[in-house]
């Protein structure tokens, strides 16, 4: 059974960080990509970052680029977001995604997700 779960979110206030992760298990990976998402209330789910498997491939929301770095290792099966100079309007829950394929910008394109982690940013 897949099973993908985040960690790491919190309260933090405006300006600060957070380091997310999401341990993956039940399968392999191999081959595909993975990626973070957001969802505040009352918004569609939005793209936030994704790595090819290789990590050599890096994507990010124009919102987040040199903020926020996606991260992965293999070894532990564990992909991470560390996230800087956080926003009150970056306040979400993040759900990491695994076995992206084609445009891993889309939420679609992922098979499996975890159950999502809150992010709060206070102003």
């Known amino acids: 059974q897949v099973q993908l779960v985040e960690s790491g979110g919190g309260l933090v206030q405006a300006g600060g960080s957070l380091n997310l992760s999401c341990a993956a298990s039940?399968?392999?990976?191999?081959?595909?990509?993975m990626g973070w998402f957001r969802q505040a209330p009352g918004n569609e789910r939005e793209f936030v970052a994704a790595?090819?498997?290789?990590?050599?491939?890096?994507f990010y929301a124009d919102s987040v680029k040199d903020r926020f770095t996606i991260s992965g290792d293999n070894a532990k099966n564990t992909l991470y977001l560390q996230m800087n100079s956080l926003k009150p309007e970056e306040t979400a829950v993040y759900y990491c995604?695994?076995?992206?394929?084609?445009?891993?910008?889309?939420?679609?394109?992922?098979?499996?997700w975890g159950q999502g982690t809150q992010v709060t940013v206070s102003s």
């Open positions: 995604a695994a076995t992206g394929s084609g445009d891993i910008t889309i939420a679609n394109r992922y098979g499996f």
């Open positions: 039940g399968r392999t990976f191999s081959g595909y990509a």
């Open positions: 790595i090819s498997w290789t990590g050599v491939r890096k």
